[in-house]
C-alpha cells in the first residue's frame, strides 16, 4: 500500500531538547494527522490539520500544514521521557476519500 | 471524547483455525471503520475500508476471504482471519469515523495481537 514518507526513522535526544519530524507525499493531502503509538498500544491522536498553512498546538506540541499541501511537520518542545513512542503521521488523499495514508513512523527516544 | 474498543487484546491460536476480532464504537456511531494491520517496527497498513451495511473494501493485495470483514451495526465491525498460517501474527488495530462527519481525526482501537503457532 501507498505511504508518506516520515523523517527522521529515529531520534535519541536529551530530556529538554526540542523534536523535528516531517513527513512528505508526492501528492496533495487535504487532512493531515499526527498520531503517538506506544508499544502494544493503538495510535492516540495528537493533532489534526485541515488547512494548508495552519499552525497548530497541543501542549508541548506544534504542527504545521506544509503551504504546498504535500508535507506537515511536528515540533515537540523540551521533550521528556513520557515523549518515548513512535510518531506518525496520516494524510487524506484529496481525492474525497475517507482513507488515510500513514507515514513510516518516527521512533523518538528520550534520554534522561 | 470518542473511544473505540477492540477485542480481544490478544490471541493465539492454532495454524488452520479461525480467529474473530471485534471493533467496538462506544459514544458514538460509526459509519465507517478502517482495518489495519502492522508488522513489528513497520508502519500501519490499511487492509479493508468497512461501511455499514454494506460490503467491505478491501485494499491490493488483501484477501477478502481470508480476511472476512462484517459491519452489521453502526457501533461494531468484526474482522475473522480465517484458516490462519503463521504469516497471519501481526498486530491488527481498528479505527472508526465519527459518522457526523465533524471529526476528522479517526480514533483507533487498542489493537490485536494475533499470534498463530
Known amino acids: 500500500g501507498q505511504q508518506l514518507n516520515q523523517s527522521p526513522q529515529s531520534m535519541f535526544i536529551q530530556e529538554g531538547e526540542d523534536v523535528s519530524m516531517n513527513c512528505t507525499s508526492s501528492?496533495?493531502?487535504?487532512?493531515w494527522l499526527w498520531y503517538k503509538q506506544e508499544p502494544g498500544e493503538g495510535p492516540v491522536l495528537l493533532i489534526a490539520?485541515?488547512?494548508?498553512?495552519e499552525l497548530t498546538s497541543n501542549g508541548r506540541l506544534t504542527a504545521q500544514f506544509g503551504i504546498t499541501r504535500k508535507d506537515s511537520f511536528l515540533n515537540i518542545s523540551a521533550s521528556i521521557p513520557s515523549d518515548v513512542g513512535i510518531y506518525f503521521c496520516?494524510?487524506?488523499?484529496?481525492?474525497?476519500?475517507?482513507?488515510?495514508?500513514f507515514g513510516t513512523g518516527t521512533r523518538l527516544k528520550v534520554l534522561a | 471524547g470518542a473511544v473505540v474498543s477492540q477485542h480481544p487484546s490478544w490471541v493465539i491460536c492454532k495454524s488452520g483455525t479461525s480467529v474473530k476480532i471485534e471493533c467496538r464504537s462506544l459514544?458514538?456511531?460509526?459509519?465507517?471503520m478502517f482495518w489495519y494491520r502492522q508488522f513489528p517496527k513497520q508502519s500501519l497498513m490499511l487492509m479493508a475500508t468497512?461501511?455499514?451495511?454494506?460490503?467491505?473494501?478491501?485494499e491490493q493485495g488483501v484477501e477478502k476471504d481470508k480476511f472476512l470483514i462484517n459491519h452489521a451495526s453502526l457501533t461494531l465491525s468484526t474482522l475473522t482471519v480465517t484458516s490462519a498460517h503463521p504469516e497471519d501474527s501481526s498486530f491488527y488495530i481498528c479505527?472508526?469515523?465519527?459518522?457526523?462527519?465533524?471529526?476528522?481525526?479517526?480514533?483507533f482501537g487498542s489493537g490485536t495481537r494475533l499470534t498463530v503457532v
Open positions: 479505527s472508526a469515523r465519527d459518522g457526523t462527519g465533524i471529526n476528522y481525526g479517526y480514533t
Open positions: 468497512s461501511n455499514e451495511g454494506s460490503k467491505a473494501t478491501y
Open positions: 501528492s496533495i493531502f487535504n487532512t
Open positions: 496520516a494524510g487524506r488523499p484529496d481525492s474525497g476519500t475517507y482513507k488515510y495514508i
Open positions: 459514544d458514538f456511531q460509526a459509519t465507517t
Open positions: 490539520l485541515y488547512k494548508a498553512g
